[in-house]
């Protein structure tokens, strides 16, 4: 299991992470420590102060040698304590991340020589801890912190094992475990032909998410059509949507195929769906649950074969309460719910999505590539983009025409601000 051994009969790898285990639903929020302590009072106290978090898996060893016995077990967080009877702390941290590089190591030491401490830094360990009065208010903070990131780097894993293959959702750019979730549930529902509902602000992604469900689904090579409810006339909607006969109405010069038509065989995306006035609604709902259309001066029904995906950034309940929309069409677009983070809520892929759009920006205009200077990146971090991607990725192109230089500095960006 280990591979082979080494001349002291530890465990050796020649792929560091080969050992790295496959994240289990329930261990995602509990944080294994191993304490490795040879100072059995020391040792207790350590697990009793650690052990008022219930978040907290404790497991008490002895020595070097029994902690390579039991670290297929896997734990998140080791405290070693540097002089142990049968090795000392460097050798066991080197072994440790040798097994398991994402495995925190913690060094309890009474040795407060820099070139130790310097050394067991550079080997891997996540902090360095002296041991004096303080020793155990220090490693529950350092614990604290530790855990909070091993958790989400366990979810992050987590629900990348859940997605079979991230290379089919390229054009969703982020690896946050918000993100991962919204894959997730794309993959669950694309190879049906259930209604998906997308909901989130404006500027989240809602249409690229509609695409990725129709072009990964049985359906990606018949048509998909796009509908802006917002972006048509009120009056000519019902036309737009399911087409008319010649004379249906003033204007009406030759039959027209709608938009469900189009879609026949294929994927409608309803966006904006929120803006639809109580008329319309009566009529989609009937198109929902029978699949029918009929035209406008027509007395025809028109079987389809269509695959319907809406967006909202409204809040349908709401505008339910407020009379705006039919309860019964409310209930019926409840049937997958998808729900895209703002951006705020992405942690780093701010900075991913922020390089994604440079380096395309400078691509597509045969421009010189340009970076963010560690400035910059404060800067784009700290700002809480309510326009979310779509005002993120409108900062790169403007600042990249502003920027001099091959580097971008927090002057060369103009925030745009509602006044």
């Not at 891997?124 to 303080?134: E, F, L, R």
């Not at 991962?180 to 190879?191: A, F, G, S, T």
């Not at 989130?200 to 796009?226: C, D, W």
């Amino acid at each position: 299991m280990f591979g082979f051994l080494g001349k002291a009969g530890y465990p050796q790898m020649g792929n560091p992470n080969e050992h790295k285990p496959a994240i289990k639903a329930e261990d995602r929020h509990m944080t294994k420590i191993f304490i490795v302590e040879d100072n059995e009072v020391y040792a207790t106290l350590l697990q009793h102060t650690l052990e008022s978090e219930d978040k907290y898996d404790i497991h008490l060893i002895k020595s070097a040698d029994e902690l390579f016995k039991k670290i297929h077990l896997n734990p998140d967080i080791v405290t070693i304590d540097y002089n142990l009877p049968d090795r000392n702390g460097l050798d066991v941290l080197k072994e440790v991340k040798n097994y398991n590089k994402d495995i925190q190591a913690i060094i309890l030491s009474g040795q407060e020589r820099v070139d130790v401490v310097v050394e067991c830094y550079n080997h891997g360990a996540s902090s360095y801890i002296i041991k004096n009065d303080n020793t155990i208010v220090e490693l529950t903070k350092t614990v604290e912190n530790l855990s909070k990131n091993v958790n989400l780097r366990k979810e992050v894993d987590y629900l990348r094992e859940q997605i079979i293959d991230r290379n089919k959702y390229n054009k969703i750019i982020g690896d946050s475990p918000a993100v991962l979730k919204v894959l997730r549930l794309i993959q669950k529902v694309e190879k049906t032909n259930m209604l998906a509902l997308i909901t989130g602000e404006s500027g989240t992604g809602k249409e690229l998410a509609a695409a990725s469900i129709h072009y990964n689904s049985p359906r990606a090579k018949m048509a998909y059509v796009l509908v802006n409810m917002a972006a048509i006339p009120e009056d000519l909607i019902e036309s737009e949507l399911f087409g008319h006969e010649k004379g249906a109405f003033t204007g009406a010069d030759s039959k027209r195929i709608g938009k469900f038509e189009e879609a026949n065989g294929g994927t409608i995306f309803l966006d904006e769906i929120g803006e639809m006035n109580m008329h319309l609604q009566t009529k989609l709902l009937r198109v929902l649950q029978e699949n029918k259309i009929m035209r406008l001066g027509s007395n025809k029904e028109i079987q389809l074969d269509v695959r319907v995906i809406a967006a909202t950034n409204k809040n349908l309940a709401q505008r339910v309460k407020d009379g705006k929309m039919r309860e019964d069409l409310y209930y019926r677009l409840q049937g997958f719910l998808i729900h895209l983070p703002p951006l705020r809520e992405r942690e780093n892929d701010t900075i991913m999505l922020a390089k994604h759009f440079l380096k395309e920006f400078c691509d597509r205009n045969k421009l010189p590539q340009k970076t963010f200077s560690p400035q910059a990146i404060q800067k784009i971090t700290t700002h809480t983009w309510p326009g979310n991607i779509r005002e993120l990725k409108a900062l790169v192109e403007r600042t990249v025409l502003i920027c001099d230089d091959d580097i971008i500095t927090p002057d060369d960006m103009i925030f745009s601000a509602l006044i």
